[in-house]
Structures are given as structure tokens and as C-alpha cells.
């Protein structure tokens, strides 16, 4: 049975409904990541699990248990903010130990357990300032010890990162990871960063419009969507039409394509990523090739990115600097069979 579930439920605020049928299960140990664009459903979906809302309809069970009205204060469940929620007048250490003082710990378990938390952060040393004298990387740190320290039964993320630079965020988000692993404890993510998503998550929730259009491993998103909304999510941006006529692979226009991994069905929506498509010099011959002509060239620094225009419509292809073509000239597009995904249509 998974540790979490969240079983039909129907939220929103007044007559704006947000999730609809709504079904999520988190097995325990995992960390598992919502992901999605902005009004998708991600952060209410979160809310409604640390219990700072409750569902129209549906259910929230953990651990076997129905929680759906158990208050917040209630759930033994870590948050760790967007926004850090630091009390300024507190020292670190005392940041840290609130917690675990509302629960009325022992005095020297208290300190201990918070030192442990500070050296397992890289915080040691750190327990007399106050967080307008730390960095932002050091004040998440702070917080992410301070959710930790209460040994919850559940650790919610709200885009932790979102307020800190590029680079300290991919270090940062080394940091959790490392520190999920180590604790192992259960971990639910709210990103809209796919990047950073993919990086440190177990299973992948990618939401739209309040439900959850796929959900898996990382590299099964990235490598097999399920649909068209996925497929774009992650990096695909070349669309065609492909029908099974005799046994084979057609485009509108009659041209064969063999595709590597075939799925069961006879209209498609085909998709490769720009980077998939191997251009050639003028109209050579060639398995699932399919003449073009360059319209826009864009230099990307390694790559240059080109839009040309085929029988099948306007692929984008990003391809080394070794050959470069300049606007008007023909060209062949190769489409890798083994790169090539269907999609029912």
C-alpha cells in the first residue's frame, strides 16, 4: 500500500475548481516531484497535503490512515518554503530548534539533534547568526534543517529554489538529494523547473489544467511521453501525422518512414526533438529522408538551429557548426527511426 494517496479529489477556491478527479499515490521512500506550469495545480495539490486547505470532494489517506480533515498542526509533515519563512529575531540555532521546542523536547536532546541537523547542512559553526548575516543558499540550508529536525513523516518542498541563482541552485539541489538518500526519508517537490525536476526526482507528476497527464521515471518522460503536451514539456518540437497503410508508416503525403519502436494502432502523432534530425547538403537519396529548404538560421554558440520547410510541414534542427547552411539552400532532413516517437492519435 502507498504511503500517501490522494483519491478523487476536487478542490479549488469559491467557483474556481483547480484539480478534478484528482489521483495521486507517493510510495514511501520516494521523492517524487510535481511538475508543471504556472495554474496547473501543483501547489494546491501540496497544500491540500500539508493540510493548509482541505479537498471539495475526495480523500486524503497516509500511511492507512484518512488525515483529509486532520488539522496542519496535526500532521507530522516538514515544509520547507519558497521563500525560506526564517523568523529574523532567531539565531539559526534557535530557527532550527522551534519545532522541536513546540514539542516540548528535552533541552540537551534538543541541542543535540539540532547540532546534528546543522553539521548534516554544512551549517556547523554557523548556530549563532542570524539570517540576514547568511547567504540565501545558507538560509534554505536553514530551513531545510529546521524541517528535518522534527523527524517529520513527510518532507513538501514549495520551489525552494526558485529565489536563488542558477549555479547555487544545481548545488542546492544536489544538497537535498544527497540528504533524501542519506535520511530516506519521503519527499513531495514543487518545481516548475524540468531541469531541476528531473535531476533529483524519483517519479515525475507532470500536471495540466488539475490532473496529472504523466507520471513516471524521469528518463521514461524524457525518452517515451504519453501524449503531445507531454512530448513538448520535454524538448520535443517537431509534429507530423503519420498513418499505417499496408503494414506501413505513411506521411499525408505517401512518404514511408520506419519508426524503431512501433506502438499498436493506425493514425499517429509523430514527434522528434530538433537535435535528432540529421541534415545533409541538397535532395540525397536516403532511408526516412524528406527534402527541405532552409528559412531561418540561428547561431546558439555550439549548435546553429535551422527552421526548414518540408512536405510535412516546418521542422526546427539544431546540428554542429562542422556544416553550416545559409537561408534558401536545400537540404535533406534524416529522421532517425530509433528517435522517432508515436503518439496515439
Known amino acids: 500500500m502507498a504511503l500517501l494517496e490522494l483519491e478523487h479529489i476536487t478542490a479549488g477556491y469559491e467557483k474556481n475548481i483547480i484539480l478534478r478527479d484528482f489521483n495521486l499515490k507517493v510510495e514511501r521512500g520516494q521523492f517524487v516531484s510535481l511538475l508543471g506550469s504556472s495554474g496547473c495545480g501543483k501547489t494546491t495539490t501540496l497544500r491540500l497535503i500539508a493540510g493548509f486547505s482541505q479537498p471539495n470532494e475526495g480523500r486524503i489517506v497516509f500511511d492507512g490512515k484518512d488525515i483529509t480533515h486532520v488539522p496542519l498542526h496535526r500532521r507530522n509533515f516538514g515544509f520547507v518554503f519558497q521563500s525560506y519563512a526564517l523568523f529574523p529575531h532567531m539565531t539559526v540555532f534557535d530557527n532550527v530548534a522551534f519545532g522541536l521546542k513546540m514539542r516540548k523536547v528535552p533541552k540537551e536532546e534538543m541541542k543535540r539533534r539540532v547540532m546534528e541537523m546543522l553539521a548534516l547542512v554544512d551549517l556547523t559553526g554557523f548556530e549563532g547568526r542570524y539570517p540576514r548575516e547568511m547567504s540565501g543558499g545558507q538560509r534554505q540550508r536553514v530551513a531545510l534543517a529546521r524541517a528535518m529536525v522534527i523527524r517529520p513523516d513527510l518532507m513538501l518542498f514549495d520551489e525552494p529554489l526558485s529565489n536563488l541563482d542558477a549555479k547555487l541552485r544545481v ?80 506521411t499525408e503525403s505517401g512518404l514511408a518512414l520506419k519508426v524503431t519502436r512501433e506502438v499498436s494502432g493506425d493514425r499517429f502523432r509523430a514527434c522528434i526533438r530538433p537535435e535528432d534530425v540529421v541534415l545533409y547538403p541538397g535532395d540525397t537519396q536516403g532511408e526516412n529522408r524528406i527534402e527541405g529548404e532552409v528559412l531561418v538560421t540561428t547561431f546558439l554558440g555550439r549548435n546553429i538551429q535551422y527552421n526548414v520547410r518540408t512536405a510535412i510541414g516546418e521542422f526546427v534542427i539544431r546540428a554542429g557548426q562542422e556544416q553550416a547552411y545559409s537561408v534558401g539552400s536545400r537540404v535533406s532532413l534524416e529522421l532517425s527511426a530509433n528517435k522517432i516517437i508515436l503518439i496515439r492519435s
Open 171 to 250: 548545488k542546492m539541489r544536489v544538497e537535498i538529494r544527497r540528504i533524501q538518500q542519506e535520511l530516506g526519508f519521503t519527499a513531495i517537490y514543487v518545481t516548475h523547473d524540468q531541469e531541476e525536476c528531473f535531476a533529483i526526482s524519483d517519479q515525475v507528476a507532470i500536471m495540466n489544467g488539475g490532473v496529472i497527464e504523466q507520471m513516471d521515471s524521469p528518463a521514461h518522460i524524457f525518452n517515451s511521453p504519453n501524449t503531445e503536451f507531454i512530448a513538448r514539456f520535454v524538448g520535443f518540437e517537431n509534429f507530423f501525422d503519420l498513418t499505417r497503410r499496408g503494414g506501413a508508416l505513411q
